[in-house]
């Protein structure tokens, strides 16, 4: 890293240690999260909790290729188009490429840290694309051009009062900090995104080889809508989020959202097999995408240290 850019790095860490609201935020966070994290495992075997989900990556790490060519193969047999990109730049000329053939103009996403792996947006938005983020908190740092300050709460580093200043700007009225308000305001401005726009992007937290089935944990709903009112839908998953059977996607459900958010249950499971109805599509049926992103994981897990150990937090994130 050139030095310039190092000074500046050392800058902007210095006037973040010396912001008292973030501060207080992550603090807060850093107190509640645990506890919510212990209640909501509570009369679990945590230890045997953590060997199964080891144990489901140290049987599918290994053999990634084969999980692909079975995944793919069930996918396309319910009419799904599967892709595989070696890289972050074969990725998003892939998708690129997908949303030129289909003419598409705006585009709504789910959260995806995929995606933020690989500067989509960034990338899209260069080419023309209209791109939305519609989980509320990405939604908040893209119309304030900041990245996610946290892989599950992206704007965690923001006050109500910032986020109604960035509220009232974007919709050119003055709108109160009070935090129901502001999310009706979010509410109002993204739902009409999602009937207009033409290309849904998600991610996915399992791919299912044996059936060819995607899953997405939410609590927003949020990728259900992204999924489903577009008439093009693509899913940009990491390699390694590749399992063998539908077992395996039930065991990352019953953790996931404890680990990640401190909830017994999240809000909303969506498995998705497959091209779904589509009035005005051709033949009735959206056009479905899967976009495998390999990005060096191929290598990670041919490592003898950390092929289980990095997998497993990518299946956390």
């Known amino acids: 890293m050139p030095y310039t850019s190092n000074k500046k790095y050392r800058k902007e860490i210095r006037k973040a240690l010396d912001n008292k609201f973030l501060q207080t935020a992550l603090g807060n966070f850093t107190r509640n999260y645990p506890q919510s994290r212990t209640n909501a495992f509570k009369g679990k075997d945590i230890q045997g909790l953590v060997n199964d989900i080891s144990d489901l990556k140290r049987k599918s790490v290994p053999h990634l290729s084969e999980l692909y060519t079975q995944f793919k193969q069930k996918a396309q047999e319910h009419g799904v188009i599967v892709h595989f990109a070696y890289d972050a730049g074969?990725?998003?000329?892939?998708?690129?490429?997908?949303?030129?053939?289909?003419?598409?103009?705006?585009?709504?996403?789910?959260?995806?840290?995929?995606?933020e792996e690989i500067h989509l947006n960034d990338h899209l938005g260069s080419k023309g694309f209209k791109v939305t983020e519609t989980d509320l908190?990405?939604?908040?740092?893209?119309?304030?051009?900041?990245?996610?300050?946290?892989?599950v709460l992206p704007a965690i580093h923001l006050s109500k009062e910032q986020v109604a200043k960035t509220f009232s700007d974007v919709t050119r009225q003055y709108q109160p900090e009070e935090i129901k308000t502001l999310v009706r305001v979010a509410r109002k401005e993204l739902r009409p995104l999602y009937s207009e726009a033409d290309m849904g992007i998600t991610g996915a937290n399992f791919a299912i080889a044996q059936t060819g089935t995607i899953g997405l944990v939410t609590n927003e709903g949020n990728a259900r809508l992204v999924s489903t009112l577009p008439r093009i839908h693509v899913a940009l998953i990491g390699l390694e989020k590749l399992i063998e059977s539908v077992g395996g996607a039930l065991k990352i459900i019953e953790v996931l959202p404890r680990n990640a958010t401190?909830?017994?249950?999240?809000?909303?499971?969506?498995?998705?097999?497959?091209?779904?109805?589509?009035?005005g599509c051709e033949d009735n049926k959206k056009e479905f995408h899967i976009v495998f992103l390999d990005n060096k994981r191929s290598e990670i897990a041919k490592d003898e240290v950390m092929s289980v150990r990095s997998m497993v937090m990518l299946e956390v994130i």
């Open 90 to 115: 074969e990725a998003n000329k892939i998708i690129e490429k997908i949303a030129l053939n289909g003419n598409v103009k705006s585009i709504v996403k789910s959260k995806s840290m995929t995606s």
């Open 137 to 151: 908190g990405e939604w908040i740092i893209q119309l304030r051009h900041e990245g996610p300050s946290h892989m």
């Open 262 to 279: 401190g909830q017994k249950i999240t809000s909303y499971v969506t498995w998705i097999t497959g091209q779904t109805e589509c009035v």
